[in-house]
């Protein structure tokens, strides 16, 4: 006979009690507080108005961090835990916009670049050559500024830090990518293709 002694109690439903920020951007991370959301993720996700968050950083029974995915609208979120949907909790998605960066034209053309021995310079400046700029492509006027850099990428990787100062500890890789992140939010096509090191 089937003991009733000592009933299976039935899975408690996920629910969000507060989030860190309820306005943020794509790609930012978030913290959900709250109960019953399963010591290990699993297929458990977190959605933002449909669009499903596939960046976790943490996932315990009261704690979700997060990425805001690709996608995702203000609106609201929620949490999913083995087929249990928790309660919708409000959030704004701000839209990234580009930073002002005053650009000059660099035009088309050829030129000699080099040095031609008039002064001891760096052993690096020769022999003189010829470069040819096939097209013509704007420059940012000054030094990108650290609070330029945070605007597009999200982050500063400075030691020196000041809003104003120059972003530093950047590789060559960093600005390639800041270029193309800055075209797209400027609703340009960005310059370079990016596959792994190589860079066209």
């Known amino acids: 006979s089937k003991d009733d002694s000592n009933p299976v109690e039935p899975e408690k439903k996920p629910t969000i009690s507060s989030i860190s920020s309820d306005s943020v951007q794509i790609g930012e991370l978030i913290i959900i507080y709250g109960t019953n959301f399963g010591t290990v993720r699993d297929s458990s996700i977190v959605s ?105 990428m999200g982050n500063n990787p400075s030691y020196f830090a000041g809003e104003t100062l120059p972003v530093e500890r950047v590789t060559w890789y960093n600005a390639v990518a800041f270029c193309n992140v800055l075209s797209q939010l400027e609703g340009k096509t960005p310059c370079y293709s990016v596959n792994g090191t190589n860079v066209t």
Request: avoid cysteine.
């Open 48 to 152: 933002f108005g449909g669009a499903i968050a596939i960046d976790y950083t943490s996932w315990s029974d009261t704690l979700i961090k997060v990425k805001i995915p690709e996608g995702a609208k203000s609106g609201f979120l929620w949490a999913v835990v083995n087929g249990k949907k928790s309660n919708e909790v409000q959030i704004i998605i701000k839209i990234k916009t580009a930073p002002t960066i005053e650009k000059v034209l660099i035009p088309a053309g050829t030129f000699q670049m080099g040095s031609t021995g008039a002064y001891l310079g760096s052993s690096d400046e020769f022999p003189v050559h010829t470069v040819t700029i096939s097209r013509a492509f704007y420059m940012s006027k000054y030094e990108v500024t650290q609070k330029q850099y945070q605007a597009v």
